[in-house]
């Protein structure tokens, strides 16, 4: 398929505004582009309500609760939901857009959590506060309206990597997580996969960034294929939540989120892969520019509301 009209125009804006840049981004720069990008996601999907809530951790996590509207107290299905940004950008309000859309569309309650970002606080912060919002909001599922057996963990980017780390960390607690939902998921940090080579540059998130983004998350000792960042090397991934996973045709990371979903089906996980033709790194954050990508979120979410279901 052709890359849809809508995103090259929008790809051709971003590249005509970085013109004249020379070398890797820096890091006010990432941060800069992921509160940019927050300005595209187009109208905000309607929800019942915001809750703000402190959990575990290091200082205590923020979290947001986004309730769907016509939800009452009683239990619903939650995500524990991570924003991307690279380990080192994004938080709640960059991606407050994209977990109201998860919450109205997916008929669910998104518990979305701040996590200490690098490089000021490099790994495992993030993963240990990934590891501490699931276990404050599955050992209090009443505070946070959540039907404890019907609680996954969620992300974008490298907030889903740091979703599959805490669920792989998480197995064989009760009761076991339900789910995990990967947008355009990191796998491997430093992924050699054909996608990473196709798209390196020019498709939202390039190689070079990719390389930035390690080189602020990672420590002293920590390779790129360490299981606790490249869940896609793990050969142990039986017992892990089904999973629903999206990727993008155009993005990067498509190949790796792809893999993940042929590793889990072999291992016996259910594993539904939805791969959106035409589509970009991110796609479901940019409703305001590329409208395809509206319909794209709601298949999003009728995949949730099956799951659920089941």
Same mark, same amino acid.
């Given at each position: 398929?052709?890359?849809?009209?809508?995103?090259? %125009?929008?790809?051709?804006?971003?590249?005509?505004?970085?013109?004249?840049?020379?070398?890797?981004?820096?890091l006010?720069?990432?941060?800069? +582009?992921?509160?940019?990008?927050a300005?595209?996601?187009?109208?905000?999907?309607?929800?019942?309500?915001?809750?703000?809530?402190?959990?575990?951790?290091?200082?205590?996590? +923020?979290?947001?609760? @986004?309730?769907?509207?016509?939800?009452?107290?009683?239990?619903?299905?939650?995500?524990v939901?991570?924003?991307?940004?690279?380990?080192?950008?994004?938080?709640?309000?960059?991606?407050?857009?994209?977990?109201a859309?998860?919450?109205?569309?997916?008929?669910?309650?998104? /518990?979305?959590?701040? @996590?200490?970002?690098?490089?000021?606080?490099?790994?495992?912060?993030?993963?240990d506060?990934?590891? $501490?919002?699931?276990?404050?909001? %599955?050992?209090?599922?009443?505070?946070?309206?959540?039907?404890?057996?019907?609680?996954?963990v969620?992300?974008?980017?490298?907030?889903a990597?740091?979703?599959?780390? $805490?669920?792989?960390?998480?197995?064989?607690?009760?009761?076991?997580?339900?789910?995990?939902?990967l947008?355009?998921p990191?796998?491997?940090?430093?992924?050699?996969?054909?996608?990473?080579?196709?798209?390196?540059s020019?498709?939202?998130i390039?190689?070079?960034?990719?390389?930035?983004?390690?080189?602020?998350?990672? /420590?002293?000792?920590?390779?790129?294929?360490?299981?606790? /960042?490249?869940?896609?090397?793990?050969?142990?991934?039986?017992?892990?939540?089904?999973?629903?996973?999206?990727?993008?045709?155009?993005?990067?990371?498509?190949?790796?989120?792809?893999? @993940?979903?042929?590793?889990?089906a072999?291992?016996?996980? +259910?594993?539904?892969l939805?791969?959106? /033709?035409?589509?970009?790194?991110?796609?479901?954050?940019?409703?305001?520019?590329?409208?395809?990508a509206?319909?794209?979120?709601?298949?999003?979410?009728?995949?949730l %509301?099956?799951?659920?279901r089941?």
């Open positions: 398929m052709a890359l849809d009209r809508r995103a090259r %125009r929008f790809l051709d804006f971003l590249a005509a505004s970085a013109r004249g840049r020379d070398g890797a981004p820096s006010d720069d990432l941060r800069r +582009a992921s509160a940019d990008l300005a595209f996601a187009g109208p905000a999907s309607p929800v019942e309500r915001r809750d703000e809530r402190v959990g575990d951790g290091e200082g205590g996590l +923020a979290l947001r609760i @986004y309730s769907p509207l016509g939800s009452s107290g009683a239990p619903l299905p939650a995500l939901y991570f924003h991307g940004g690279g380990w080192v950008s994004g938080s709640l309000e960059t991606h407050d857009p994209i977990c859309a998860l919450a109205a569309r997916g008929g669910c309650r998104i /518990v979305s959590a701040s @996590y200490r970002l690098a490089p000021e606080l490099r790994f495992p912060a993030a993963l506060d990934a590891l $501490a919002a699931v276990r404050a909001v %599955r050992a209090n599922p009443g505070r946070f309206g959540v039907d404890p057996l019907r609680l996954g969620g992300g974008d980017s490298a907030g990597n740091l979703a599959v780390a $805490a669920a792989r960390a998480l197995r064989g607690g009760e009761p076991p997580l339900a789910l995990q939902l947008l355009c990191v796998m491997e940090p430093l992924g050699r996969t054909p996608s990473r080579s196709e798209f390196a020019g498709y939202l390039e190689e070079a960034t990719m390389r930035r983004y390690w080189d602020h998350y990672r /420590v002293d000792g920590l390779a790129p294929d360490d299981l606790r /960042v490249a869940p896609l090397r793990a050969n142990d991934l039986a017992g892990m939540p089904s999973a629903l996973i999206h990727t993008a045709e155009f993005d990067p990371l498509r190949d790796e989120g792809e893999l @993940y979903a042929q590793a889990l072999g291992h016996g996980v +259910a594993a539904q939805t791969r959106h /033709v035409g589509m970009i790194h991110h796609f479901y954050g940019l409703g305001g520019v590329i409208p395809a509206e319909a794209a979120v709601a298949r999003i979410g009728e995949g %509301r099956v799951a659920w089941s």
